[in-house]
């Protein structure tokens, strides 16, 4: 069952150094598609680790009714799966199916459910049949599905995506488009494929150095030239692209 | 990430591979107790160490070469503590203790025996059975949470560490045409300051990537070990065959 994330003046600094997240506030509405994009720096994988209680900073992080804190930290984890950007930091173990059943096993669920839950994912994933190979040995591609499914196991109300679709070539992009398109969860997907997170989102937000900037629909936001402009992301140069490989 | 860096031929099938982790792991405490309370100079009981040790390996079918290398591994440090008692008593003869009956070159030999037969048992043990196993086995042990779990960690972030020093070795030799212009010292110390510091990063995410997936200071684990009288019978056989030739009986 998808839930609702509401962020609430979230400030956070790595160090006594510079705020990386400066006053963010933004709702995020249940299975809602939500893109958060953003230059280099921006502070939207910091951002992404607030949700599941990674980080801690300044103000609230509220996912569903559960105010995000130390007390609640088991529960809220269990209802927001964090994708990491670098499948590589996220499969540690020697196969795929282990790799799944940790989540799983470490909310405590007994092994024919943890079982259920790994043939799911990975069928999920178009994934069946990867249970006992390793994880090092496969695609980038198939290495993020697995890191999804690593994470869809854990039936998680929020899934939180870090770049999903970076070194990600056009046919695999499509596929996980797909993929998050037929979830049910609340997604919230960072990252600096801008297309991407145009065409699968139903609202997006652009961070730029710690603040939100900007909230709506994507394709409204990436239209706003000088908006995208200000923050580094201009798209404009793709039309010219795009006008040179399709004339007419 | 490799991921057989200790367990090179967990997956090989011997009869010792299908042995209970438990089964193997006391199994092997309990010889090297057994060989490493051998007297100083007794030599002689060494031959049926090493033969029984032989046949544990052939029974293994664990290359002998790899075994081999493994050993070359701590060689400096056995080949130093066996060297550095003849030296020792060499230059201080008044700290020779009594050798009654055998020279301290026999002494010496006999630690040399004693650590190769430690170190050859122990990769055997490492060799023969999946880490996870074996750490699921010294858990049921009853050994304390803490050292099965820094273990756990250790091992995972010893690919960590492997794959950052794979990473920026392949970075350096991509822009070394020919020789090092530099001086080799300070671009290898650079390296290996980067690989700690990026291993730590590493490090870091991975763990989070654990956080995030309620991980709680255990590594959860469905498997289950099964003891079976045969197990028991072949350790029970292994260990006192030891005793008999330790004791001289």
Not at chain 1, 11 to 31: A, D, W
Not at chain 1, 195 to 223: F, H, N, S, T, Y
Not at chain 2, 83 to 102: H, I, M, N, T, W
Not at chain 2, 198 to 217: I, N, Q, T
Request: proline share 5%; net charge positive; hydrophobic share 45%.
């Amino acid at each position: 069952m998808p839930t609702g994330i509401k962020l609430e003046n979230l400030s956070f600094s790595y160090s006594r150094g510079k705020k990386v997240l400066k006053n963010v506030t933004v709702e995020i509405q249940p299975g809602e598609r939500f893109g958060i994009i953003g230059p280099s720096g921006a502070g939207k994988s910091t951002l992404l680790l607030h949700l599941n209680g990674i980080l801690s900073g300044e103000g609230t992080v509220q996912i569903g009714e559960t105010i995000v804190n130390k007390e609640s930290i088991a529960d809220v984890r269990r209802k927001v799966g964090l994708v990491f950007q670098n499948p590589d930091d996220q499969l540690f173990n020697p196969t795929v199916e282990e790799d799944i059943a940790f989540g799983p096993l470490n909310f405590g669920l007994n092994g024919e459910t943890v079982s259920e839950r790994v043939r799911e994912a990975l069928q999920a994933m178009n994934l069946t049949g990867f249970e006992k190979l390793t994880s090092h040995h496969l695609s980038l591609g198939e290495r993020k599905r697995v890191a999804l499914a690593t994470v869809l196991a854990m039936r998680p109300e929020v899934i939180a995506l870090d770049e999903p679709f970076s070194n990600l070539d056009p046919a695999m992009v499509l596929q996980l488009m797909k993929i998050l398109k037929g979830l049910d969860a609340t997604l919230v997907l960072v990252s600096q494929s801008i297309l991407p997170i145009v065409a699968c989102c139903d609202r997006m937000a652009i961070l730029k150095e710690g603040e939100i900037v900007a909230v709506g629909p994507p394709k409204q936001l990436a239209a706003n030239v000088e908006l995208m402009r200000s923050c580094g992301l201009d798209l404009s140069f793709y039309r010219e692209i795009f006008k040179e490989i399709f004339p007419g | 990430m490799k991921h057989d860096f200790l367990d090179k031929y967990s997956n090989l099938d011997s009869p010792i591979h299908r042995l209970d982790p438990r089964v193997k792991i006391l199994s092997v405490f309990l010889a090297i107790v057994i060989i490493v309370s051998e007297p100083l100079g007794e030599l002689f009981h060494f031959v049926f160490y090493f033969v029984i040790i032989a046949l544990l390996v052939g029974l293994s079918r664990v290359p002998l070469k790899y075994l081999l290398v493994r050993c070359l591994i701590v060689s400096p440090f056995i080949v130093m503590a066996a060297a550095f008692l003849p030296l020792s008593v060499k230059l201080s003869p008044e700290l020779q203790p009594d050798y009654s009956g055998y020279s301290v070159y026999h002494a010496s030999l006999t630690i040399l025996f004693k650590a190769y037969s430690a170190v050859i048992l122990l990769v055997l043990l490492t060799s023969t059975e999946k880490f996870q196993r074996l750490l699921l086995g010294i858990r049921k042990l009853k050994m304390p949470r803490l050292v099965g779990v820094i273990s756990a960690l250790m091992y995972r972030y010893i690919f960590l560490l492997t794959d950052e020093v794979l990473k920026t070795t392949r970075a350096r030799e991509s822009r070394t045409p020919g020789k090092l212009k530099k001086s080799k010292i300070k671009v290898y110390g650079n390296q290996m300051a980067m690989v700690f510091i990026r291993s730590w990063e590493r490090a870091h995410r991975v763990y989070d990537a654990m956080l995030s997936r309620g991980f709680h200071g255990e590594f959860p684990d469905t498997r289950s070990l099964r003891l079976s009288g045969s197990d028991v019978f072949v350790a029970i056989i292994f260990v006192g065959i030891l005793l008999v030739i330790r004791l001289g009986i």
